[in-house]
Structures are given as structure tokens and as C-alpha cells.
């Protein structure tokens, strides 16, 4: 089980080497969902996440969730069509202060617009919030931070006339004072970038994810879903689920 994190699908452009691992090919990134596929794996969305710690309906027992940060428009062009023909849910983080509607095409940096988060939501993605301007959210006070959360909920919601559930935290950097904030606004969780392969209902505001690089190999996998990865990052991060605990 995991939720994975990626975030441009395609070919890196020049110029943009210093973003490189965060670009995963086409054909790589079917590769991924194929082999999730051979192996058993079924994809799920963070709803089905929540339904399932919760424990109002089952998940799969060997399920993953593929997160999208940022939004970029290529998540759009390249990502759903792969998902859809492999039959992969999706959730997709926007930073609604770039959602735009550019030229159809757009290059790297383009992110998605209004009218391509609707048609990627119609084909089962989920639409999650990434912030409206993509701050750390721990240098702000809380009037900021509830500004931030607030208005990319509105956004999110006048677009797809649904109330967005899920956040995920620019930089992976949040506190529970963060936390706290978001579930008072309305959301029913968030992601982090707290590395883990297993969720728990105490981790619902900072769900651990799976980081997939564009050097991630499809046999990768294997050890990134694994019992042996979670045991290895459990301990690695054991300081910090405690602190967590504790607040
Ligand atoms: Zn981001």
C-alpha cells in the first residue's frame, strides 16, 4: 500500500536540468502502472483512503494512490490518458494562483486551466488543493495560512462545484498548527512528504508518501511498496511520528 508522489510526467526540456528527477517519462510512467497492474496492485483515491481507515468500506489489500503536486499541465496532456487506458485513479494537488488557460499545447511550465481541472476531474481525478501562491505555510501566521487554504478551496469549489477534501502541503512543510488549521476550514486530510508506505487514521493530516523520481525503475517499485521499506522509513522517521503524536 502507498500513496506515490509525482510531479511532471514527460520529457525533461533544456534548461530545466536542475528539475530533472522530477520529470518521468511516458512510457516510463505507463511502465509504472503496468507493473502495477501485473502484480496485483489496485489504484485507489484518497476518498477511498479515508473510507478505508475509517473503516466504512474495505480497501483493496494491496492498493496505491497516485498524487500529482503542482498541477502542471502535463499532468494533463500525458498523465490522464496513460491512467485512463491503464484504469488508475488520481488526485491532483493544484496551486490555484497558476491555474490558467493558456495556450492548449503550453509548454513546461504551463499549469493546467480551469477547463482541463474540470475534464480531468469528469474522467475520476481527484482535485486536491496545493495552496493558492505555494508558500511554506510554517512562516506564516495563522490569518495567512487560513487565507491560503480558504481561497484555493473556493477556487477548487467554483470550478468543479465540489468542495476539495484534500491538501497537500507545499515543500512537504506543515505543523500541527498547520494541520489543525486545515481541518478546521473544511479538509478532511492532507499528504506530506513524510516518507511511508502505510496510513494510519493519526496520520490523516500528514499522510506519508512514496517519492517516484524519473530514474524510478518499474521493479523499483517492489521495495518502494514494500513491508521492508516501511519498517526502514518508520525508523528513520520515528522522531518525528513522535513529535507528531505528542501534539
Ligand atoms: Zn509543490
Not at 502484480?39 to 477511498?48: E, F, P, Q, R
Not at 477547463?115 to 480531468?120: K, Q, R, S
Request: aromatic share 10%; with cysteine.
Amino acid at each position: 500500500m502507498a500513496i506515490l508522489t509525482y510531479h511532471h510526467i514527460g520529457e525533461c526540456p533544456d534548461g530545466q536540468e536542475a528539475s530533472r528527477s522530477l520529470w518521468v517519462g511516458r512510457e516510463l510512467f505507463r511502465a509504472h502502472l503496468q507493473w502495477l497492474s501485473n502484480y496485483g496492485w489496485k489504484g485507489v483515491t484518497l476518498d477511498n483512503i479515508f473510507d478505508g481507515i475509517t473503516g466504512q468500506r474495505p480497501l483493496p489489500r494491496r492498493w496505491v494512490a497516485i498524487t500529482f503536486d503542482d498541477g502542471f499541465r502535463d499532468n494533463y496532456l500525458y498523465a490522464m490518458p496513460v491512467l485512463r487506458d491503464c484504469g488508475f485513479p488520481a488526485t491532483v494537488f493544484m496551486i490555484t494562483g497558476k491555474l490558467q488557460n493558456g495556450d492548449p499545447g503550453g509548454n513546461w511550465d504551463d499549469y493546467v486551466s480551469a477547463d482541463e481541472v474540470l475534464e480531468m476531474r469528469s474522467s475520476g481525478i481527484e482535485i486536491g488543493s496545493h495552496t493558492r501562491t505555494h508558500p511554506r505555510l510554517t512562516s506564516m501566521d495563522n490569518n495567512g495560512v487560513r487565507a491560503e487554504l480558504v481561497s484555493s478551496r473556493d477556487n477548487l469549489l467554483a470550478i468543479t462545484g465540489e468542495v476539495p477534501r484534500w491538501l497537500s502541503y507545499p515543500y512537504g512543510n506543515f505543523s500541527p498548527r498547520i494541520a489543525e488549521i486545515a481541518r478546521q476550514v473544511g479538509y478532511s486530510g492532507a499528504v506530506s512528504t513524510i516518507r511511508g508506505n502505510r496510513v494510519t487514521l493519526p496520520q490523516l493530516f500528514w499522510m506519508p508518501r512514496v517519492m517516484i523520481m524519473g530514474d524510478t525503475k518499474p521493479r523499483q517499485l517492489d521495495y518502494k511498496l514494500s513491508w521492508l521499506y516501511h519498517v526502514t522509513h518508520a525508523l528513520k522517521n520515528r522522531q518525528r511520528w513522535v513529535s507528531l503524536r505528542k501534539a
